[in-house]
């Protein structure tokens, strides 16, 4: 892909989201694009960088770890937002700016440990599972109480809001309704007493309903990047491995 492409397409999001936001009677100042750059080489997220983007969202540990150091003289911050096996856990509190699918408590005592070592502390969002898809992961929302009351505990980790992948449906009211779930769980984990603002939801195929429901970054790869040669499915195996 060319840079004129890449340039355009990022225009084109932007204009999207922005009358997304209208169209939701929201401010378009309020909603933030993570572009995602997974699958992508270094030579596209370089010319990202010259349009100006300078946050990129990965889902594997080992392409932060390979693409941080191709990159190395870019001012980039690294935004993980896939499932992290805790022997990964290393490498992201090395490199990553923020840890978006932070979704059990096992991971939370890892990234702690190796964060301290690192002398770093980093912002977080809790992912929650809000479709009953058996493939994605996240935290199952009865435990979003306990797991925030837990974190308040973490240091090195500050949580500023949730992150949800909608269910796969060609139902925009079910899409909708995972949407509506994580602000409201939002919602009620700042009657709490959490200073949760963040809530980020939406990709390239569903991001109008999560700006409908108050989503205040959605998470956008192919409508920037094109098409990945990899199927999601890739990325999202049927069962968690941990290792
Ligand atoms: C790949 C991915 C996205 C972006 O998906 P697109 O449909 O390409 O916009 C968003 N969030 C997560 C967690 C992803 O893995």
């Not at 980039?76 to 805790?86: E, K, N």
């Not at 301290?116 to 929302?141: C, F, H, M, N, W």
Request: contains cysteine.
């Amino acid at each position: 892909m060319d840079t004129a492409y890449l340039a355009s397409n990022w225009v084109r999001i932007r204009r999207r989201v922005d009358d997304a936001c209208r169209m939701a009677g929201r401010d378009p100042a309020g909603v933030d694009i993570l572009p995602v750059s997974k699958t992508f080489g270094p030579e596209l997220i370089r010319a990202a960088v010259a349009l100006g983007l300078h946050r990129f969202g990965e889902n594997k540990a080992q392409e932060i770890r390979d693409k941080s150091a191709s990159l190395a003289d870019c001012d980039i911050d690294w935004v993980m937002i896939g499932h992290l096996q805790t022997n990964k856990a290393r490498d992201v509190a090395r490199l990553a700016s923020e840890v978006q699918s932070l979704d059990r408590l096992e991971l939370v005592e890892a990234l702690d440990r190796r964060l301290q070592q690192e002398r770093r502390a980093i912002d977080v969002l809790v992912q929650v599972k809000t479709s009953s898809e058996p493939s994605k992961y996240g935290l199952p929302p009865e435990q979003l109480p306990d797991f925030l009351n837990t974190l308040r505990g973490y240091d090195t980790l500050r949580v500023r809001g949730l992150m949800t992948l909608a269910i796969h449906s060609s139902e925009p009211a079910e899409v909708r309704g995972c949407f509506r779930l994580l602000r409201e769980l939002r919602d009620q984990a700042v009657a709490q007493g959490h200073e949760l603002t963040r809530l980020s939801m939406g990709m390239s195929d569903d991001f109008p309903l999560a700006i409908a429901e108050g989503a205040t970054e959605v998470r956008i790869g192919t409508a920037i990047f094109g098409n990945r040669s990899y199927p999601d499915s890739h990325y999202w195996p049927e069962a968690p491995v941990e290792s």
